[in-house]
């Protein structure tokens, strides 16, 4: 009878040997770790593109701003440029160069003793 026993008792040992987890852990751990692997990789990928994602949003926010600064900017100097046309037109205008050559100027259409003609 212990023959048998023991028999029954390796039996049982071979069984539980088979379904150690230690044992499937070691065969199974190669494929783990490449899954791990392949998942940090990418987790990794997905972190870095939305990080130049969130960077290449931000530049364009930025230089979308810039561009509008630039463009009020550009509308002020055309206003600046047309108020400042029109003082020259009417600095230069030939009423007004008359009014103030008699007025300030003392000065009035020319004698004839005052031409001159020219051969």
Avoid at 47 to 66: E, G, H, K, M, R
Avoid at 74 to 93: C, D, G, H, I, P
């Amino acid at each position: 009878m212990p023959n048998n026993i023991t028999l029954r008792l390796s039996s049982v040992e071979q069984l539980f040997a088979s379904r150690n987890r230690k044992v499937a852990r070691q065969q199974a751990s190669r494929w783990g770790k490449v899954g791990v692997m392949v998942l940090v990789l990418f987790v990794a990928g997905f972190f870095i593109s939305s990080l130049v994602w969130a960077w290449a949003n931000l530049q364009q926010t930025n230089l979308n701003y810039q561009i509008s600064q630039a463009q009020e900017t550009q509308k002020q100097y055309f206003e600046l440029n047309r108020r400042l046309r029109v003082e020259l037109s009417n600095l230069t205008s030939i009423s007004r160069l008359e009014k103030l050559a008699v007025e300030q100027f003392g000065m009035g259409p020319p004698q004839p003793y005052q031409i001159v003609q020219l051969p």
